[in-house]
């Protein structure tokens, strides 16, 4: 049909930012280009929309886990003119990381620049890359990338998404009521701790509000409010963009995905792509608005079960979030926590228990 919209998303490390911005869509007749993969720099526009730039040049990327499969724009990318950093060496001057699509070539030099030979066999192992190698390579030379992201007047901006990486509880996708309430779940966001962080216990839920934890140069709180006050400042509410919350990451009780990610998250796309344009079928829950059963098209290997299991408000789960919430993560930003997302708390908590 021609139309574009224009989607920013805020994920803590190890969730597929930059898959996402390279995403190649599994759905017939759409099409994804990338503007960027890490910064946006957001101002309002003199037509009162929201606009963003990439500020950076290239992009910064895990290694571990990117193939053509995964990510084949960044491969692409990647091919030339690029810098890795704590990747493995082949033996001849090649590099090669855990997840890159193929066995190791032969003998190879470790991040630690030691001798490695890949054996399957040892389930104990170390990786011959860092888990945190990167790749940096220009934006330009990425097929996706789209005409305009240079463009210093910027991109209006539809829909912010907000995630983590969830196995249970967090549904596939839902989007806030308005621009207060997405502060609010933009304020919760996090991820479930596994065995490779030791300093908390497995299945505690590291929270990394809007995924800024690591990058924010004064108080949380103060941030928080900074949200609310650009809301405050848009001339037209109607034009501030819709913000969702998405988890691509729910686990079955064998410790399955559910979800197969990566390209099939271009059905999840289309659904916030839809409600941008007030045509999305939805329906209001306790937690915000969610797609209707029937809302995303189902992909191959996704039961109806399924799809009910990723859409469904597990109402306990929520109560047990909103306490840990209450206990364990608000009272951390003390006096600078904006009053309204203790309202929104109490509201969710409200909601929940009527719904029971």
């Not at 289309?270 to 995303?296: L, N, Q, Y």
Request: glycine share 8%.
């Amino acid at each position: 049909e021609g139309k574009s919209r224009y989607v920013t998303g805020a994920f803590p490390s190890a969730c597929g930012k930059t898959n996402l911005a390279m995403l190649i869509p599994t759905v017939p007749g759409w099409k994804v280009e990338t503007i960027g993969d890490d910064i946006a720099w957001m101002k309002y526009g003199d037509d009162g929309q929201l606009y963003a730039i990439n500020p950076e040049a290239g992009f910064f990327g895990v290694a571990p886990g990117t193939s053509e499969h995964s990510n084949y724009n960044a491969m692409k990318a990647a091919e030339k003119n690029t810098i890795f950093t704590n990747c493995a060496l082949t033996e001849d001057n090649d590099i090669w990381w855990e997840g890159i699509g193929y066995d190791a070539p032969g003998k190879l030099i470790d991040w630690h620049n030691n001798e490695w030979i890949q054996d399957k066999s040892d389930k104990d192992q170390k990786p011959a890359a860092h888990p945190n190698a990167r790749f940096t390579a220009p934006a330009s030379q990425a097929p996706s990338i789209a005409a305009e992201w240079e463009d210093p007047k910027g991109v209006p901006i539809s829909a912010i998404l907000f995630g983590g990486r969830r196995p249970k509880t967090i549904p596939l996708v839902h989007m806030s009521r308005d621009w207060n309430h997405g502060i609010f779940l933009g304020s919760i966001i996090g991820s479930e701790i596994t065995a490779a962080a030791l300093d908390l216990k497995v299945g505690t839920i590291r929270r990394d509000p809007f995924a800024m934890l690591p990058f924010c140069g004064y108080h949380m709180g103060e941030y928080f409010q900074h949200w609310f006050n650009v809301g405050e400042a848009a001339k037209d509410q109607s034009k501030l963009p819709k913000i969702f919350y998405v988890n691509w990451f729910r686990r079955d009780e064998n410790k399955k995905f559910i979800w197969p990610g990566f390209g099939e998250n271009s059905r999840v796309l289309k659904w916030v792509f839809e409600a941008c344009e007030g045509t999305a079928k939805s329906v209001d829950t306790p937690i915000g608005i969610m797609p209707t059963i029937d809302a995303i098209d189902r992909p191959e290997g996704v039961s109806d079960a399924e799809m009910r299991e990723l859409l469904e408000v597990d109402v306990d789960g929520w109560l047990a979030e909103v306490a840990d919430i209450r206990e364990n993560h608000y009272p951390k930003f003390g006096d600078k926590l904006p009053k309204q997302l203790m309202t929104f708390l109490d509201t969710l908590e409200a909601n929940l228990k009527a719904a029971k």
